[in-house]
């Protein structure tokens, strides 16, 4: 396989781990992606590479993102199970 590819899958994964335990350990199940990647305390890198990640992890149905508005909060939570 392609090794960049298979670390991307690692890294992928690694920080849905870290988001699933913040949602947890929140008691809401939801949470701001600032909160989870705060500006000042995250470098820009970490910030782009948290989101790339979290992109691919709502594409896959692994988690939820949504926006109210253009430039709004970006609220991430797990997906709802199915009944």
Avoid: W, Y
């Avoid at 253009?70 to 991430?76: A, E, T, Y």
């Amino acid at each position: 396989g392609n090794a960049a590819a298979e670390a991307q899958d690692d890294k992928t994964a690694e920080v849905g781990e870290i988001i699933r335990a913040c949602l947890r350990g929140s008691g809401l199940g939801v949470a701001a992606f600032h909160e989870l990647v705060p500006p000042g305390a995250a470098d820009r890198a970490t910030a782009a590479c948290t989101f790339s990640a979290l992109l691919a992890l709502a594409s896959a149905g692994e988690l939820r993102v949504s926006q109210e508005q253009p430039f709004g909060r970006i609220s991430v939570s797990e997906p709802m199970p199915c009944r």
